[in-house]
Structure formats: C-alpha cells, structure tokens
C-alpha cells in the first residue's frame, strides 16, 4: 500500500508524519473522504472546494488544488481497488506543544482504503449530546472528531450504524459522519445549514437533484416522519428502517427509493458534478 505524505508516494510501513504535528497534538487538521470507483473519484472538485473553506476556517493556508489532485491520481494509481475510501488530510503541520501553530507550514497525507457497497437500509440512534451551531468549527470538516467516535460507538452499542444529534436548541441537525433527510407528507426535508450541520457534498447533490427542502426541524421530527435516509460520500443515500425503537414502515419508501435512483443515475453520468 502506498500514500502520499508531503510531495511524494511512500510506502505506508515507511511514511512518517512527526509526533509533534499539529493534527495530532491539538487537532489542528482539516480533510476530505472522497468515493473512488475503479480508481476516479467522484466528485473531486466539490470536496477540493469544500477543504479550501474548511483550511478558510481554520486559519490555514489554502491547499494546493493540483498537488492535491495529482496526489489522489497517484495514489488511486498505485492501488488499484474497485471501491475505495479516498482520504485526504491536511495539518497545520510541525507546531510547538500548545494551540500555537508553528513556522514550517502545513502537512498533506492522501490515502485509500479498500470499502464495500453500503446495505440499501439502515438503523440509527439519537445520542443525548449536542451540536453547538455557534462553534468556531461548525461546518468544517476538522479532524477534531473525539466527539463522532464516543456517538458512533455508542450507535454500535445499540445496533446502528449512525448516531443523530441534535443541536443546542434542540433542532435535528446531523450524523456523526452522515446528513440526515426526513420524508413528511411526500416532500423532503434535511436541515439548513445554520442548524449546524456540516455541507455535506452528497447532502448538496441531493438537494439539487432531488429538490429537497432546508427545513428546521424539530428532534422529534424523526418520531413521525414516514421515511427517513442518510446522506453521506461512502452511503450515497441510504434508507433508515429503524430510528431508536421506531421501524418507519418498508424502508426504503417509495420516495426515498426514488431519490436513490435519481442519485445513482445522475451520479453515474457525471463523475464531477
């Protein structure tokens, strides 16, 4: 297996990234999970976009869109897969022991796993912890995320893949690595953005291509609405058949069935929306 740290192709037993880097010390880091099928990435110009506002964010200096395209391109390359977990992480590189960035610039590692097709459902739960929509990370995509794997695992507990939070005035807004949708009365409804949630790529995708609405939405919502599904680069969209206790009837319904199909169909015409 090989990556791409810092200018170039290294074998992952050898690449090394220093103990002192800031995405590890104190989280500085930013990145990106890109769905690579048969070695293209889907929807690279999106997600490059959304990095360059998230380093914005963070106070980074903004990535270098070709270096970075040519990293994903060799690592796609050199690991021939027909499904992948494309992962691009950016750091705020070498830094002293405390919040203070230092001087010798940012860190670039791009890596690919190997992934499955998701199931076409799902089980999800709500977690008592909430998202703070005035944080001075909401809508980046950090790599502080502590706060996902305590949710995520607390899912697994319970025998979800998701974990849904709410924010602090109690509006839906968002997995710990998925958008979240809600079908009331035939339409479709996700959170806006100023709930807190991240602008997840398929998120906006699915918005255009299925004219969804940006709703505020109660928690509660999930108790009543006649199909809920997920969002997210490795789930496309993917049916909820249980939420907490609560089986919405023959997941997927018929207007999410139809949104996947939509997705799968305009997704495989355009590799780059």
């Known amino acids: 297996m090989k990556i791409w740290l810092d200018g ?8 090394r990234v220093s103990v002192l880097d800031h995405g590890l010390t104190v ?8 769905k690579a ?22 106070g980074l ?85 502590a706060e996902n794997v305590v949710a995520l695992a607390r899912a697994h507990e319970h025998g979800a893949s998701e974990a849904l939070f709410a924010n602090t005035v109690g509006q839906l807004c968002e997995g710990t690595g998925s958008n979240v949708f809600v079908v009331l009365d035939g339409e479709i409804h996700t959170p806006p953005l100023a709930s807190g949630c991240l602008a997840g790529i398929t998120r906006e995708l699915a918005v255009e ?11 509660d919502v999930l108790e009543r609405a006649d199909e809920v599904f997920l969002t997210s680069t490795l789930r496309d969209i993917q049916a909820v058949h249980r939420v907490d206790g609560r089986e919405p009837a023959g997941a997927p319904g018929p207007v999410t069935a139809k949104a996947m199909r939509i997705f ?10």
């Open 8 to 15: 170039g192709l290294r074998d992952i037993e050898s690449a």
């Open 27 to 34: 989280g500085d880091g930013i990145f990106e999970t890109v």
């Open 37 to 58: 099928a048969g070695g293209k990435p889907f929807a690279l110009t999106r997600h490059l976009n959304r990095l360059t506002r998230s380093a914005r964010g963070l």
């Open 61 to 145: 200096p903004d990535p270098d869109h070709d270096e970075v395209r040519r990293a994903c391109a060799a690592v796609l390359e050199a690991n021939p897969m027909p499904l992948g977990r494309l992962r691009i992480t950016y750091t705020g590189g070498h830094g002293p022991l405390g919040s203070d960035r230092g001087d010798q610039g940012p860190t670039l590692v791009v890596a690919l796993g190997a992934t499955t097709r998701r199931p076409d459902s799902t089980a999800v739960v709500t977690v008592p912890w909430t998202r703070n929509e005035r944080g001075a990370l909401t809508g980046l995509k950090t790599t502080s995320y």
């Open 209 to 219: 291509w299925t004219g969804a609405r940006e709703t505020d939405l109660p928690l």
């Open 264 to 273: 799968d169909e305009r997704a495989g015409d355009d590799l780059d929306p």
